[in-house]
């Protein structure tokens, strides 16, 4: 009401009702006049979304983005086969596709749903580098095989990918150009609001694009910016700055980890489940250099678990995993109705039950 003012944002109030839909309905449907709601003031400035600011120190706090300032959007295939679960199905598909006709190899391999096209030609800076610089038109029998590399495919979900552009929709050539044995990379949603669970993810591998959840895309952190793992993927300063505040040296991956500890724990998402309605972790830097050095020492024990020993080892060193061979007392029904819907650990018997399904102890 009253005159326009487009120098001044404009004041926002916000409402929420809570309760089942019946029950929601049930309260707009008593409702006599606005002052019926319990309204909250919502952020001020021009670009901030329409949700209400919340009390504490939550907002005080940096953003992920703020700590890490360099994100990239994960590698994506566009399509499925170039990605499996191990490498010999891919050698199959790929002898498959160069051993095709012309006619053929079209229908095998279709434009992907974003458009790329199966001819498309090769930049001689394109990552991942192609086998070699023939478009898939021109591949042959004889043609070399792609690379074939681990990927984090998704959260806790490693695969394998012939790593050629040509196969990939969108590579994201500069998560290939920094990748090596030293980094690791946090992957989370920026855009949209987090749920239950982990507010971010680890990986030692280069993420998928759905890597943290499977969908909606996602922000792809590296810890470092340089395949060397000389630049830090750090805010400039800060380090110093923590360094001085806790009277010793913190480095690029004790704050990494700290932040994976932080964020990690599904606790995290519980205590701000309203304040993460507003996409966009924020990260809570202790001023206790005691509780930032626990948490820095629990979150890389949580990278060296998660990353499967591939990274955060004593030393730097890749810890070795044992790769046993699982044995069943009883296999998993192969049937529709003997899907399974649930599962179950015993530590005091060390059996798995996937359904029907029993580990051997």
Not at 23 to 39: I, R, S, V
Not at 86 to 102: M, P
Not at 202 to 214: K, L, V
Request: aromatic fraction near 10%; charged fraction near 25%; glycine fraction near 8%.
């Amino acid at each position: 009401y009253g005159e326009a003012k487009p120098d001044e944002p404009a004041r926002v109030r916000y409402a929420k009702l809570t309760g089942t839909r019946a029950e929601k309905l049930a309260a707009l449907d008593d409702l006599q006049d606005f002052d019926g709601l319990a309204w909250r003031d919502c952020f001020t400035g021009w670009q901030n979304p329409f949700l209400p600011e919340g009390e504490g120190d939550y907002y005080a706090w940096p953003l992920l983005t703020d700590v890490f300032p360099w994100q990239q959007s994960g590698s994506m295939a566009g399509r499925k086969w170039p990605l499996s679960t191990n490498q010999e199905t891919l050698h199959k598909r790929w002898h498959v596709l160069a051993s095709s006709d012309s006619a053929d190899r079209k229908r095998l391999f279709k434009n992907s749903p974003t458009g790329k096209k199966h001819d498309s030609p090769v930049s001689a800076t394109t990552f991942p580098t192609p086998a070699s610089n023939a478009s898939i038109e021109e591949v042959n029998s004889n043609a070399p095989l792609p690379p074939i590399v681990r990927c984090a495919y998704r959260s806790f979900d490693r695969q394998w990918v012939l790593a050629d552009s040509r196969l990939l929709d969108r590579a994201s050539p500069f998560l290939w150009q920094v990748d090596s044995p030293k980094q690791v990379y946090l992957t989370t949603l920026l855009r949209h609001p987090l749920g239950e669970g982990q507010a971010v993810t680890i990986a030692s591998e280069i993420p998928d694009r759905d890597h943290f959840r499977g969908s909606f895309g996602g922000a792809v952190f590296p810890l470092w910016r340089d395949a060397a793992a000389t630049e830090p993927n750090v805010t400039g300063g800060l380090l110093e700055l923590l360094s001085g505040s806790y009277g010793g040296a913190v480095s690029a991956e004790d704050l990494f980890a700290y932040a994976y500890a932080v964020l990690g724990s599904p606790a995290y998402t519980e205590s701000f489940s309203e304040e993460l309605a507003i996409p966009g972790p924020r990260v809570p830097i202790t001023k206790s250099a005691e509780l930032f050095r626990r948490g820095a020492e629990l979150g890389r024990a949580l990278i060296q678990l998660h990353t499967y020993g591939e990274r955060f080892g004593p030393d730097g060193k890749k810890v070795p995993v044992p790769r046993g061979r699982a044995e069943y007392a009883k296999a998993i029904p192969d049937t529709p109705e003997g899907y399974p819907e649930d599962y179950a650990y015993d530590p005091d018997e060390e059996v798995l039950r996937v359904g029907d399904g029993r580990s051997r102890a």
